[in-house]
């Protein structure tokens, strides 16, 4: 059975124009997205992902290509449209007001319509899409954080986190919807994000992680993000501080959980996994009452939100392989061995 990747793709190479719209191709070795119908040359197939949405595509820090304009709409060229994705290439991090559409004779309104009948974003998320897939691309590029952080024109670490944070959210009084606040944490494995409110934990997941930028833009439909910290962030902090010291074993911060139900039965059929021990997907799925759904619970087990402390680290193939792990193999070897080191007797 071919796969979607595999269709994908080859709608890609024929231009398949039934497929315009369904998908948009990010491009790794260029930098830029398209749509499926482009007349540039084609990569090949490993140089290739795949986006549902043109926001994910700009969220993983693509650039739209400037021969098939996949943010014009279809069979059609908007000057608005195509002028302002060339305002945002031009300054990329430019944060948009309604003075500056006033300045170059246009009205706020029409942009936030022609936008959001198009895209489902507006203009400003569209621009704030660009501008977070540029600070994640290249932290997972491998440039070191001081680099990103002197190049985007801040002098001092704690300024770098506070930029990041500030790509991600919005002030809290331009929404009705509850809020979290988004804290970047240093910790020996590499930077981490969390979003928390007074109550629980939301979101903790290496700031490299792929698909990070689409888990923050789902947050965001539930509720409003803005910089800074809540005593749940104090408290994942320090309990993550004890946990790599090889003091703390089982985590006590309270914690949310946003998925399906059965996504939240898996997550929480993680948590019992004992420190430093591991588990088939088989054996998971068995604890989660679908011996047969393994597929189904990998799946989930992807999904997982709260890195580390709900420990999707802790599940391997049944041949003891490490099989995936969002947060990349590396890091799910040493948080392995790190256990298993430190594992004190029940």
């Known amino acids: 059975?071919?796969?979607?990747?595999?269709?994908?793709?080859?709608?890609?190479?024929?231009?398949?124009?039934?497929?315009?719209?369904?998908?948009?191709?990010?491009?790794?070795?260029?930098?830029?997205?398209?749509?499926?119908?482009?007349?540039?040359?084609?990569?090949?197939?490993?140089?290739?992902?795949?986006?549902d949405t043109a926001q994910e595509a700009?969220?993983?820090?693509?650039?739209?290509?400037?021969?098939?304009?996949?943010?014009?709409?279809?069979?059609?060229?908007?000057?608005?449209?195509?002028?302002?994705?060339?305002?945002?290439?031009a300054e990329p991090e430019k944060r948009w007001s309604d003075a500056d559409f006033r300045a170059l004779g246009i009205?706020?309104?029409?942009?936030?319509?022609?936008?959001?009948?198009?895209?489902?974003?507006?203009?400003?998320?569209?621009?704030?899409s660009r501008r977070m897939g540029l600070a994640l691309q290249n932290i997972r590029s491998g440039e070191p954080v001081i680099d990103a952080q002197l190049?985007?024109?801040?002098?001092?670490?704690?300024?770098?986190?506070?930029?990041?944070?500030r790509i991600m959210g919005e002030a809290p009084q331009s929404s009705s919807r509850p809020l979290l606040l988004a804290e970047w944490l240093d910790t020996p494995l590499g930077p981490m994000l969390a979003l928390a409110d007074d109550k629980a934990l939301h979101l903790l997941e290496f700031t490299d992680r792929r698909g990070l930028e689409r888990e923050i833009e789902r947050q965001r439909k539930h509720y409003a993000i803005a910089p800074g910290r809540t005593s749940i962030t104090d408290s994942i902090e320090a309990e993550l501080k004890e946990y790599y010291a090889g003091k703390l074993q089982r985590f006590q911060t309270p914690i949310h959980f946003r998925?399906?139900?059965?996504?939240?039965?898996?997550?929480?059929?993680?948590?019992?996994?004992?420190?430093?021990?591991?588990?088939?997907?088989a054996e998971l799925a068995k604890n989660v009452g679908n011996p047969k759904g393994f597929r189904a619970v990998a799946s989930a087990n992807g999904c997982n939100q709260l890195a580390i402390i709900v420990p999707c680290h802790r599940v391997i193939n049944a041949d003891g392989e490490l099989g995936?792990?969002?947060?990349?193999?590396?890091?799910k070897q040493w948080l392995l061995r790190h256990e298993q080191h430190?594992?004190?007797?029940?």
């Not at 190049?151 to 506070?162: L, Q």
């Not at 998925?259 to 997907?281: K, N, R, S």
Request: charged share 20%; with cysteine; net charge positive.
């Open 1 to 51: 059975m071919i796969n979607q990747t595999d269709e994908f793709y080859a709608a890609l190479v024929a231009k398949n124009g039934h497929y315009e719209g369904v998908f948009f191709a990010g491009i790794k070795t260029t930098g830029i997205f398209c749509s499926a119908t482009c007349p540039a040359r084609k990569p090949k197939r490993e140089n290739c992902e795949f986006f």
């Open 58 to 89: 700009l969220l993983a820090g693509y650039r739209p290509c400037k021969r098939c304009h996949p943010m014009a709409f279809p069979q059609q060229e908007s000057a608005l449209v195509r002028q302002l994705i060339e305002a945002v290439e």
């Open 107 to 128: 009205d706020s309104s029409t942009v936030r319509r022609q936008f959001k009948k198009r895209f489902g974003m507006t203009f400003v998320a569209y621009a704030r």
């Open 151 to 165: 190049n985007a024109g801040y002098e001092s670490g704690s300024g770098f986190r506070v930029a990041f944070s």
């Open 259 to 281: 998925g399906t139900p059965f996504q939240q039965t898996v997550w929480q059929a993680l948590t019992t996994i004992p420190y430093g021990d591991t588990w088939a997907y």
């Open 324 to 331: 995936g792990y969002a947060g990349g193999l590396v890091r």
């Open 342 to 346: 430190t594992k004190r007797p029940a």
